[in-house]
């Protein structure tokens, strides 16, 4: 067809909602020559054709009057129309419901926000370091600039830029530098370009920070620039990414500033942060087509804009870890931040008037310090709903502990259906939390090196956020309805554990995700391992009223070590620390996997031998490297018609298709110079249409044994 004919025409995307002021793309696919845009009272920013998509892409900005406006789109006898519904901020965190949810998404549900907040509740927090570099150019700019930093929510954001392709230029000559962040960024001030380390390329070529979506050959309107072959390169995406992700930095560096001697000029800087950030939070509360979307590994593209999650079936279900500004894994760790800078200037707050009327000059729509106090508040209290609402999955048990820590800055005492949830539906399931998550021999079931950890910390960091909101409000939260989540006993082996996987006094038994070791590094260049951090120490010392870590047993040989709950067996020289070390994995993790059945590792004379890779060195490489059995050190087979295991997460698949396995200790032999382990192991494999794990008949089992021979000679 050619294109002086009108036919087809459609317009493929508009948000169904939109915040005053805020901007989009309108995309008109046509065959035909352009259509006549109806589009006032819209502003046109900038238009442009692309060729790869047969449409005409137009770049609008909504008025600032809410209204439910009209976009048309006309050729000859074709035409097409979309509305969208522009309202202010502060209708959009009026109470409706749609869809059959109520909105905006910020608890408790339904109801107009009331402060209840008396008194600072989250000083008790470690003081953060500040780095007064770093928080420099922060200072010195004027609020304008602070308040445009932050990137608007309706434009996209991805993780990464290209994982397979690299760079249009050089190719994948750009991993070399980093497998996932290899582009040179300058964020302060913003200017949306990334430079390539390696060949020194700059993208792309138009000026988004101008409003520029189109010139150039190497154009990212913000949904990513196609090459010939079509393979897509997300700059923009990625790099909003980074200057959301760097907006909270300044924000922890002001909080611990004034936590330390406050400064009103310094309050006033931070609270224009926070009423900023908490527009974009109220904004995606309401309308959640904008939040931040499952975290893609690899560089994929919108069909034609962000979803409308809010318009589907299950609109609730729809939000499972889409996140707010930030990924979905960020969300527990920013509430607590946020929460933690709003408890600091919360007295000052409530007093202060300047702060009001600079938030005005800004657009805010602010009359007195308590609106200011109750945008922030809500900010908070959207995010905690959408932990509520599994939009913040995030490793366990971070939810938990942002939850618990919002609703102490909050200052709640009406939240008991949110710690029900926390107990009872809560991804950690807090009730059966500390005998669940953690096998009998202590450990969790997850990466070590680094997700096991979170889970040790995590445990203790939870009790602590569980006591202080109980001895804040008493009636409200009593042990008999939400109890403690530790138990003494079990409590000792939990933060004995990790110190027992140590290899060499250098680096933990890796298992799945953890980090590597470098084959060329000695380990005496790394400082001696501490498995746990000394806050984490010190909260088990007063909860279980003792040293779990006494003094006599840091000064003995680890011997052996069977942790046969995770599936991990370790074969060590009886020095301390120990000279070789050798150990074997025989279990399986529900997250963070890899192919690790009956991997053996070797680390002696300070150095690594034998070693895991650990985590992915690019999600492009998972199939053939990392997630591949053929290297690691361990044995495997294909089980015939293996099936996928699907999953409700955005792992790559080469860690979901049913690699389980789990393996018992058949015997372990020490003598002086010898020691022994015998393991056997079963494949397992998931039906898809049963929904459940079956034993398709794989067996293995492995003899592994660590010789001392002459002088300090060493097999394996």
């Not at 690594?608 to 361990?634: K, M, R």
Request: charged letters at 20%.
């Amino acid at each position: 067809m050619s294109r002086s004919e009108c036919a087809a025409l459609r317009i493929r995307w508009a948000p169904r909602l939109l915040m005053t002021g805020r901007s989009f793309r309108l995309p008109v696919q046509t065959a035909g020559p352009e259509p006549v845009l109806q589009f006032a009272p819209f502003t046109l920013v900038d238009r442009r054709f692309s060729p790869r998509d047969d449409a005409f892409m137009y770049y609008l900005r909504a008025p600032q009057t809410s209204g439910d406006y009209t976009l048309s789109a006309e050729c000859g006898e074709q035409s097409d129309a979309r509305v969208v519904q522009v309202r202010t901020l502060d209708e959009l965190r009026q109470c409706q419901r749609y869809n059959g949810a109520e909105w905006p998404r910020r608890w408790p549900l339904g109801r107009n926000w009331d402060s209840t907040k008396t008194a600072q509740t989250l000083q008790d927090t470690p003081l953060r370091p500040v780095n007064i570099e770093t928080l420099r150019w922060w200072l010195e700019q004027d609020d304008t600039t602070l308040w445009h930093q932050l990137p608007e929510a309706e434009a996209p954001r991805a993780h990464y830029v290209n994982v397979h392709q690299g760079c249009p230029a050089c190719g994948t000559a750009i991993f070399a530098h980093h497998g996932y962040y290899p582009w040179v960024r300058s964020l302060l001030p913003a200017d949306f370009r990334s430079e390539c380390p390696n060949c020194h390329a700059v993208f792309p070529s138009n000026d988004l920070h101008s409003g520029d979506f189109s010139s150039g050959d190497y154009g990212d309107d913000g949904f990513g620039y196609f090459d010939r072959d079509g393979h897509l390169f997300l700059f923009a995406a990625s790099y909003r990414r980074d200057l959301v992700n760097l907006y909270n930095s300044p924000i922890d560096h002001l909080t611990s500033l004034l936590r330390t001697e406050f400064d009103p000029l310094l309050a006033r800087r931070l609270g224009i942060m926070l009423l900023r950030y908490a527009s974009e939070i109220l904004n995606l509360a309401a309308i959640p087509q904008f939040r931040h979307g499952p975290s893609q590994e690899v560089e994929t593209a919108w069909d034609w804009g962000q979803p409308d999650w809010s318009s589907d079936p299950e609109p609730i279900a729809s939000l499972f870890r889409k996140g707010m500004l930030r990924y979905a894994i960020d969300v527990p760790s920013i509430g607590a931040s946020l929460a933690l800078a709003y408890d600091t200037i919360w007295p000052w707050l409530k007093e202060d008037r300047e702060l009001v009327a600079r938030a005005q000059a800004l657009g805010l729509a602010l009359a007195q310090p308590a609106d200011a106090i109750r945008l922030i508040e809500e900010m908070l209290a959207s995010l905690l709903q959408c932990l509520l609402d599994g939009g913040g999955l995030s490793n366990m048990p971070r939810v938990s502990e942002g939850a618990l820590t919002l609703i102490r800055g909050l200052d709640r005492a009406d939240a008991q259906d949110a710690l029900e949830w926390l107990y009872d539906r809560g991804p950690e399931k807090l009730r059966g939390f500390g005998t669940n998550d953690f096998f009998p021999c202590g450990t969790p079931p997850e990466a070590t090196g680094g997700y096991n950890d979170t889970h040790t910390r995590g445990l203790f960091a939870l009790e602590y956020q569980l006591r202080q909101l109980r001895q804040r409000h008493p009636q409200a939260y009593p042990e008999s309805l939400f109890p403690s989540l530790l138990d003494p006993s079990r409590g000792q082996r939990i933060i004995q554990a990790p110190a027992e996987i140590a290899l060499l006094g250098r680096i933990p038994f890796h298992f799945g995700d953890g980090g590597s070791s470098g084959v060329q590094t000695p380990l005496h260049d790394r400082a001696p391992l501490d498995p746990l951090p000394a806050a984490t120490k010190a909260l088990a010392a007063e909860y279980l009223d003792a040293d779990p870590l006494a003094e006599s047993a840091r000064q003995k040989p680890l011997g052996n070590t069977v942790l046969d709950g995770v599936g991990i067996a370790i074969l060590r020289t009886d020095e301390r620390p120990e000279r070789a070390a050798a150990g074997i994995v025989y279990g399986d993790a529900p997250y963070h996997r890899h192919q690790d059945l009956l991997d053996v590792q070797l680390y002696a004379y300070d150095r690594p031998f034998i070693s895991d890779l650990g985590y992915p060195q690019s999600w492009a490489s998972v199939h053939c490297w990392e997630g591949h059995w053929a290297t690691h050190n361990s044995v495997w087979s294909v089980a015939p018609d293996l099936h996928p295991l699907e999953l409700p997460f955005d792992t790559p698949q080469p860690f979901l298709k049913a690699i389980a396995g789990r393996g018992r200790l058949v015997r372990m032999l020490s003598s002086a110079g010898l020691q022994v382990a015998e393991i056997e192991a079963e494949r397992w494999a998931w039906h898809p249409a049963e929904q459940r794990w079956y034993k398709p008949g794989i067996h293995f089992r492995r003899l592994i044994a660590l010789v001392e021979t002459d002088g300090q000679g060493l097999a394996l």
